[in-house]
């Protein structure tokens, strides 16, 4: 398995989604606090005839992740983790390779560009798992790293439609926040 090999594997059949959940967390005080936490999955799917193929990758990964719907019921297999520590620290640096992921800890985003057609999802997935689950309060910390979570998330996700602060104002009203 070689990283040009999995980047057709990727940019043909896999995917990679990050999403913002809304929670409530109960503070030791008692008070109910928002919380908005990051979920993302990382998929290769593979038709009956190239399961093998899975198991390499797993292999590629130092042996993280997960082999889904191999058996004789089903006519595909599919490689995925939605871990962000398997993702943020295995998968995504593989991905990018060694002077791409050293690349991005040094340079502006707009910078990066990886060697395949989702290089976009790549990096800025990267980069919003390294703020992890953020508090929603009124520090301006907190504020301005929500607020780059969201930019980051506009990148992969880039609905022509929709300016960048149509869509932040939308990602705010769907997770029940305040325009922070």
Do not use: W
């Amino acid at each position: 398995m070689t990283l040009d090999f999995l980047h057709g594997l990727f940019d043909g059949d896999g995917s990679l989604s990050v999403s913002l959940v809304k929670s409530s967390k109960v503070s030791d005080s008692g008070e109910d606090k928002n919380r908005v936490s990051l979920k993302v999955n990382f998929t290769i799917v593979q038709d009956e005839h190239n399961l093998s193929l899975l198991d390499e990758i797993k292999n590629y990964f130092n042996g993280e992740g997960h082999i889904y719907g191999v058996n004789s019921s089903n006519k595909y297999g599919i490689y995925n983790t939605g871990s962000r520590s398997v993702l943020h620290n295995t998968i995504l640096p593989k991905m990018m390779g060694k002077e791409t992921y050293e690349l991005l800890n040094s340079s502006d985003l707009e910078d990066v560009r990886l060697p395949l057609i989702k290089y976009n999802k790549i990096s800025c997935t990267y980069k919003i798992l390294e703020y992890g689950l953020l508090d929603i309060g009124s520090a301006k910390e907190e504020k301005e790293r929500m607020g780059e979570i969201i930019k980051l998330i506009y990148y992969v996700r880039k609905d022509e439609k929709l300016t960048f602060e149509e869509y932040k104002q939308k990602m705010y009203t769907n997770l029940g926040l305040s325009n922070l």
